[in-house]
């Protein structure tokens, strides 16, 4: 692979992001800010904040979506900060951790600065306010990695201690505990919605279907230290970069691998990016350089060679560059080779083995394409004979080579030889209901005694004539879970028409179905669905979609009548909701509401957090992340109280009655230090107070201070 830019900045680069179409922001280890052109790599502007790193194995630093903050550790790596670019000033920090900060993030939204550290903890600040708002959960030992879903729905925190944590940002409650890793967990990346991958400090990695936390694969083909992941715009690739400086790639809807050293540049690899305008892969290495590469690099020479049919040039390319298997210029080229070899097989089943040769000639010097026509030579060396025995009605033996050499069944003589059988089975079920004509049927089926397959069908019809009655009876009434019964019990009735017409029935409802789904007529296609349910093939897939379905009709039954508490709890348990246009508005709305609700709550307001979230007060998926925002209004007004120099006893009282509703949480714990460094005397000892938690919280709870 060739480098298409490259520029050097000196020292390691630790971070890149794109923030628009034509902007690149890099970060060095010495936390220089730098923004480029992507194009041609041209600085455009940037800033220091001048903090030097000697560990970026872990993300030190973190920049929001929207570009306006940055996040990164001190130089000492006891706290974290947060870091304005607007004002250029740091704007909140973090030294809450025991030990050393290890990581930091910023949700897709930009609405939360995550702080994770050594002592396991995960805390989540406000960005606006600065305040801290919720943790997540515990890890037993340090927080390597911290990951987002795009959607921002679901965050992951990865481990020393060998576990991946899920949390759902949108119920704010803990999900599940992910136990699949041997060794410290190092990296995690979301795709495909639902999925999650992860990579341990043994080179294992696994992909994960969040929502159930089944693993789902595990990667095959790291051969050592992953420093950096990133995944293309379509989520089709997997691309690794490596201590060794290595890119490996692996397909991420088979989970190949497809390559071990895509690319090899010459210093261990920090970060990647990719820029999803262009297909441009980026890399940020030790040694202080960015480089970038084309990962489609040749595919105009690929359409200039198959213009020319230089195949096997051809061939050299897709061996330079595997990925160029994924375009749409090779699947013209592999249409072309298979109707090509399709033809080379016309021409040899028509003994014209010039003209397949001359046809073969243009493959001669592509070693993937020359084991395939040897053997189709090979094979096709007895398809006369096989003609001849169709012809002299010694279909026995036609079978018997039909058997040896599968290609033959693809052959139109083939087809024509089992449309004759079939014809002559369906005759012979007409007969053997009439006793006097049973002769007459063991008579026409006579010419295929002695082939294997066809024997015991034979053996069947003569014997269960009242089963093919009965087996017509119940198509008639379409009662087909009794039809597929049968045939499943009597495979006989599998040649008959009767049975290739039920499952051309079949098929054409699935095709309704679809249609129907496609055009959100959901009614329609869960009526047709229900019928599927009794075909075995559909059956799996059509309970799967009448499930899935039945649930977006209540959905949106309960987004017409108004029933927003119904619609917000279905959008729980079901993230595919999320994404109708329904959901995606309800969501929106949702967001604006939290924004507004953590904006009033930085100021210790209930009666603004009240008014914003009325609507959701009877929402039980809600619940959580309400009793979240309400106890960081309260933490304020406690807060705001003890700066105010409140009496202790009042606010002793207070804090009794934040820990019975919301339960000792790290923010209570950091407000109650303060509380005894103010009044030492206080004998309040949280270990013995009554507690609640956030998930009994209701909104009954509600008082308007804290203090009262």
Same mark, same amino acid.
């Given at each position: 692979?060739?480098?298409?830019?490259?520029?050097?900045?000196?020292?390691?680069?630790?971070?890149?992001?794109?923030?628009?179409?034509?902007?690149?922001?890099?970060?060095?280890?010495?936390?220089?800010?730098? *923004?480029? /052109?992507?194009?041609?790599?041209? $600085?455009?502007?940037?800033?220091?904040? =001048?903090?030097?790193?000697?560990?970026?194995?872990?993300?030190?630093?973190?920049?929001?979506?929207?570009? /306006?903050?940055?996040?990164?550790?001190?130089?000492?790596?006891?706290?974290?900060?947060?870091?304005?670019?607007?004002?250029?000033?740091?704007?909140?920090?973090?030294?809450?951790?025991?030990?050393?900060?290890?990581?930091?993030?910023?949700?897709?939204?930009?609405?939360?600065?995550?702080?994770?550290?050594?002592?396991?903890?995960?805390?989540?600040?406000?960005?606006?306010?600065?305040?801290?708002?919720?943790?997540?959960?515990?890890?037993?030992?340090?927080?390597?990695?911290?990951?987002?879903?795009?959607?921002?729905? %679901?965050?992951?925190?990865?481990?020393?201690?060998?576990?991946?944590?899920?949390?759902?940002?949108?119920?704010?409650?803990?999900?599940?505990?992910?136990?699949?890793?041997?060794?410290?967990?190092?990296?995690?990346?979301?795709?495909?919605?639902?999925?999650?991958?992860?990579?341990?400090?043994?080179?294992?990695?696994?992909? %994960?279907?969040?929502?159930?936390?089944?693993?789902?694969?595990?990667?095959?083909?790291?051969?050592?230290?992953?420093?950096?992941?990133?995944?293309?715009?379509?989520?089709?690739?997997?691309?690794?970069?490596? #201590?060794?400086?290595?890119? +490996?790639?692996?397909?991420?809807?088979?989970?190949?691998?497809?390559?071990?050293?895509?690319?090899?540049?010459?210093?261990?690899?920090?970060?990647?990016?990719?820029?999803?305008?262009? /297909?441009?892969?980026?890399?940020?290495?030790?040694?202080?350089?960015?480089?970038?590469?084309?990962?489609?690099?040749?595919?105009?020479?690929?359409?200039?060679?198959?213009?020319?049919?230089?195949?096997?040039?051809?061939?050299?390319?897709?061996?330079?560059?595997?990925?160029?298997?994924?375009?749409?210029? *090779?699947?013209?080229?592999? &249409?072309?080779?298979?109707?090509?070899? #399709?033809?080379?097989?016309?021409?040899?089943?028509?003994?014209?083995?010039?003209?397949?040769?001359?046809?073969?000639? #243009?493959? &001669?010097?592509?070693?993937?394409?020359?084991?395939?026509?040897?053997?189709?030579?090979?094979?096709?060396?007895?398809?006369?004979?096989?003609?001849?025995?169709?012809?002299?009605?010694?279909?026995?033996?036609?079978?018997?080579?039909? /058997?040896?050499?599968?290609?033959?069944?693809?052959?139109?003589?083939?087809?024509?030889?089992?449309?004759?059988?079939?014809?002559?089975?369906?005759?012979?079920?007409?007969?053997?209901?009439?006793?006097?004509?049973?002769?007459?049927?063991?008579?026409?089926?006579?010419?295929?005694?002695? +082939?294997?397959?066809?024997?015991?069908?034979?053996?069947?019809?003569?014997?269960?004539?009242?089963?093919?009655?009965?087996?017509?009876?119940?198509?008639?009434?379409?009662?087909?879970?009794?039809?597929?019964?049968?045939?499943?019990?009597?495979?006989?009735?599998?040649?008959?028409?009767?049975?290739?017409?039920?499952?051309?029935?079949?098929?054409?409802?699935?095709?309704?179905?679809?249609?129907?789904?496609?055009?959100?007529?959901?009614?329609?296609?869960?009526?047709?669905?229900?019928?599927?349910?009794?075909?075995? =093939?559909?059956?799996?897939?059509?309970?799967?979609?009448?499930?899935?379905?039945?649930?977006?009709?209540?959905?949106?039954?309960?987004?017409?009548?108004?029933?927003?508490?119904?619609?917000?709890?279905?959008?729980?348990?079901?993230?595919?909701?999320?994404?109708?246009?329904?959901?995606?508005?309800?969501?929106?709305?949702?967001?604006?509401?939290?924004?507004?609700?953590?904006?009033?709550?930085?100021?210790?307001?209930?009666?603004?957090?009240?008014?914003?979230?009325?609507?959701?007060?009877?929402?039980?998926? &809600?619940?959580?992340?309400?009793?979240?925002?309400?106890?960081?209004?309260?933490?304020?007004?406690?807060?705001?109280?003890?700066?105010?120099?409140?009496?202790?006893? &009042?606010?002793?009282?207070?804090?009794?009655? *934040?820990?019975?509703?919301?339960?000792?949480?790290?923010?209570?714990?950091?407000?109650?230090? $303060?509380?005894?460094?103010?009044?030492?005397?206080?004998?309040?000892?949280?270990?013995?107070?009554?507690?609640?938690?956030?998930?009994? %919280?209701?909104?009954?709870?509600?008082?308007?201070?804290?203090?009262?």
């Amino acid at each position: 692979m060739e480098i298409v830019q490259s520029k050097s900045v000196a020292k390691p680069i630790i971070l890149m992001k794109f923030l628009d179409e034509n902007t690149l922001l890099v970060v060095d280890a010495e936390t220089t800010v730098r *923004y480029f /052109n992507k194009e041609n790599l041209e $600085l455009q502007n940037g800033f220091k904040v =001048g903090i030097a790193y000697k560990r970026y194995k872990a993300s030190v630093v973190a920049f929001s979506g929207n570009g /306006n903050y940055l996040a990164f550790l001190s130089s000492n790596l006891k706290e974290s900060r947060l870091f304005s670019t607007q004002t250029k000033k740091v704007v909140a920090k973090v030294d809450r951790h025991h030990g050393e900060v290890s990581c930091v993030a910023i949700d897709p939204h930009s609405c939360y600065m995550f702080s994770c550290g050594d002592d396991g903890k995960s805390f989540a600040f406000d960005i606006e306010s600065s305040r801290l708002v919720f943790t997540l959960p515990l890890h037993a030992g340090a927080v390597n990695d911290i990951a987002f879903s795009d959607n921002g729905n %679901w965050v992951a925190t990865a481990g020393f201690d060998k576990k991946i944590s899920l949390f759902s940002l949108v119920t704010m409650t803990p999900k599940n505990k992910l136990k699949s890793h041997s060794a410290p967990v190092t990296h995690l990346k979301f795709f495909h919605g639902n999925k999650l991958i992860s990579i341990d400090e043994k080179l294992s990695a696994i992909i %994960w279907n969040v929502h159930s936390g089944e693993v789902l694969e595990y990667l095959q083909g790291i051969h050592d230290e992953v420093t950096a992941l990133v995944v293309d715009k379509e989520e089709r690739f997997l691309f690794l970069g490596t #201590q060794l400086g290595y890119i +490996i790639v692996f397909d991420l809807k088979t989970y190949k691998l497809i390559s071990p050293k895509y690319i090899k540049t010459t210093s261990p690899i920090i970060s990647l990016a990719f820029d999803e305008h262009n /297909n441009l892969l980026f890399v940020g290495m030790a040694d202080g350089f960015i480089i970038y590469y084309d990962i489609f690099e040749r595919v105009d020479t690929l359409k200039k060679l198959f213009q020319e049919k230089e195949f096997q040039s051809i061939q050299k390319v897709i061996d330079a560059n595997p990925l160029l298997l994924y375009t749409p210029i *090779y699947s013209l080229i592999t &249409k072309f080779l298979e109707n090509s070899l #399709q033809e080379a097989k016309i021409a040899l089943q028509k003994d014209d083995k010039a003209k397949a040769m001359l046809i073969f000639e #243009q493959f &001669k010097h592509m070693p993937s394409k020359n084991k395939i026509i040897q053997r189709l030579i090979r094979d096709y060396a007895d398809f006369p004979r096989f003609v001849q025995f169709i012809k002299e009605g010694k279909f026995a033996l036609a079978y018997g080579l039909a /058997n040896r050499f599968p290609l033959y069944k693809e052959s139109a003589i083939y087809k024509v030889l089992e449309k004759r059988w079939k014809k002559v089975f369906f005759q012979a079920q007409k007969y053997v209901l009439d006793p006097k004509t049973v002769s007459l049927a063991k008579e026409i089926l006579a010419p295929y005694r002695g +082939i294997s397959e066809k024997t015991k069908l034979i053996q069947e019809v003569l014997s269960k004539a009242e089963i093919y009655k009965r087996f017509c009876n119940e198509i008639s009434k379409k009662e087909f879970t009794i039809c597929l019964e049968l045939a499943k019990q009597n495979p006989f009735l599998q040649e008959l028409p009767e049975y290739e017409s039920l499952m051309k029935y079949a098929d054409s409802l699935y095709i309704k179905s679809q249609k129907f789904m496609q055009e959100g007529e959901i009614h329609s296609a869960i009526k047709i669905l229900r019928t599927l349910q009794d075909f075995e =093939g559909f059956k799996d897939e059509a309970r799967s979609f009448m499930i899935d379905l039945e649930s977006k009709a209540k959905f949106y039954n309960a987004v017409r009548d108004d029933d927003m508490e119904r619609a917000y709890d279905m959008m729980a348990v079901s993230e595919d909701l999320m994404l109708t246009k329904d959901g995606i508005k309800l969501q929106q709305m949702w967001n604006r509401d939290l924004h507004a609700a953590n904006t009033a709550a930085a100021l210790g307001d209930i009666n603004g957090v009240k008014t914003v979230l009325q609507k959701y007060m009877k929402t039980s998926s &809600k619940y959580a992340t309400l009793a979240t925002i309400f106890a960081f209004t309260y933490m304020v007004q406690l807060e705001d109280a003890l700066q105010r120099g409140v009496e202790r006893s &009042k606010i002793e009282n207070s804090i009794k009655n *934040y820990i019975v509703n919301f339960g000792v949480s790290e923010q209570i714990k950091a407000f109650f230090n $303060l509380f005894q460094d103010m009044h030492p005397e206080t004998k309040l000892n949280l270990k013995f107070l009554k507690k609640g938690s956030l998930t009994m %919280w209701r909104p009954s709870m509600i008082v308007d201070s804290i203090l009262d």
